[in-house]
């Protein structure tokens, strides 16, 4: 399971991303019951932000973390591998230069839609052999946000992935009247976000509605005005990383106190990403544990 934090703010990207993932399936009954669905394996170390190859360009992911036995991070990455590096096209576009006496420009072009339409293809190639034979409604969320800037554009791009409800893909803040829309997007296990900044439950709004007779649209329009205002336009670079950890840990924190079982923690894996760089801000790292269980 997860939670995924996006804050789009006039100086660059942040993306935030817990580090907890549940494999379910069918548990095994001791006694030879029928299996019963269930969580059979909880894993701290998953990584959900990934760098694309070396542009200004990162992935969070969120819903199922695998597609049969890959897990979604290396299907991301198998697909980061066939991508050319701005290194070597650099060095390419360097020597086309030469070569045509500097008649014309080579220089390479990157394009983030471009990016994503080619990973939406690579993921869905594997998604939708693996899920075929089950109904659509049957078939496990994956979803993908793909962030960064294009060549040559000073403010980003935001695509979204979602099988299998998308067949495409879906811009996300796209601008507005000619502007680019600032804000904050989270995706997975959201509901502790959803309380605090919006100040309802979703669940809210179906026994709200049914206690007044009131129809949703009319409860949700009501609840609106809880609210938290956050003025994401002139918010610094800094303090937008602040509030996506803020809302990650808010999250974490949620499954740790409250019972059942902890659907997210672990490690906060925080990226920025501005017009020409990828930055980690903070980064799991490979490590041997001093002891069995720590």
């Known amino acids: ?36 669905p269930g969580i059979l394996k909880t894993y701290h170390n998953v990584r959900k932000l990934s760098h694309i190859k070396d542009y200004p360009i990162g992935t969070l992911t969120w819903g199922s973390a695998l597609i049969g036995s890959r897990s979604v991070e290396s299907l991301i990455k198998e697909y980061e591998h066939n991508l050319s590096s701005l290194e070597e096209e650099s060095q390419k576009a360097k020597q086309r230069r030469i070569r045509d006496e500097e008649k014309n420009n080579h220089s390479f ?110 409860i949700f329009e009501l609840l ?23 809302l990650v840990s808010l999250t974490i924190g949620r499954y740790r106190f409250v019972a059942g079982a902890p659907l997210c923690g672990g490690e906060i894996d925080v990226a920025v990403i501005t017009p020409n760089s990828f930055s980690w801000v903070q980064r799991k790292s490979w490590k041997v ?5 720590e």
């Open 1 to 36: 399971m997860t939670v995924c934090v996006a804050v789009k703010v006039s100086e660059g990207l942040v993306l935030a991303a817990d580090s907890t993932a549940a494999i379910q399936g069918n548990i095994h009954d001791p006694a030879g019951g029928k299996p019963a």
């Open 289 to 293: 544990k001093r002891e069995l269980g």
């Open 109 to 218: 072009k990157y394009n983030v839609k471009d990016t994503a339409q080619g990973l939406l293809e690579h993921i869905k190639n594997f998604y939708d052999t693996e899920f075929k034979n089950l109904e659509r409604s049957k078939q496990p969320l994956i979803g993908i946000l793909v962030n960064g800037y294009s060549s040559g554009k000073f403010f980003p791009e935001q695509w979204l992935i979602e099988l299998p409800r998308l067949e495409s893909l879906e811009g996300v803040r796209p601008d507005k009247d000619g502007k680019p829309l600032f804000g904050a997007n989270w995706y997975g296990l959201t509901d502790a976000i959803t309380r605090l900044h919006w100040g309802r439950d979703d669940a809210a709004i179906d026994i709200l509605a049914k206690h007044f007779n009131k129809k949703p649209s009319e």
């Open 224 to 246: 609106k005005r809880l609210q938290y205002p956050v003025l994401f336009d002139g918010m610094p670079l800094q303090d937008a990383i602040d509030y996506a950890v803020y």
